[in-house]
């Protein structure tokens, strides 16, 4: 990545959909449910499409999914997944993971992977 080209860096952005799962239902009602309430269009980019997007404006961005699987039952974008993506696309992506640590030692299993 080259600092020196961007114009900026979008700190908060989630990775909602998978190139490797199938859609979860539960998820799309949520993100629609979400769209709604914020009133907004709901756009649902891919980690590659959201590289595209950002790439095209100079703009480097942080990408990370939500662990909501415990909570609201909800299938989320793995970490190695989001991780892979964004190795794809180093010059404008930079992964955070994400896990709920009411996980315990799943979660830390997972953060040593």
């Not at 950002?54 to 989320?76: P, S």
């Amino acid at each position: 990545m080259n600092v020196d080209e961007l114009v900026a860096i979008d700190i908060h952005t989630h990775a909602e959909v998978s190139t490797r799962m199938l859609p979860d239902e539960a998820e799309a009602e949520a993100l629609e449910a979400r769209g709604r309430y914020f009133r907004y269009e709901v756009k649902h980019p891919t980690i590659a499409q959201m590289a595209a997007y950002y790439r095209e404006r100079k703009i480097a961005f942080v990408v990370f999914t939500v662990d909501q699987e415990r909570g609201l039952g909800i299938k989320r974008i793995s970490n190695e997944e989001v991780a892979e993506s964004a190795h794809e696309h180093a010059d404008i992506c930079i992964p955070f993971a994400s896990i709920d640590p009411a996980r315990g030692k799943m979660g830390v299993r997972e953060a040593r992977r």
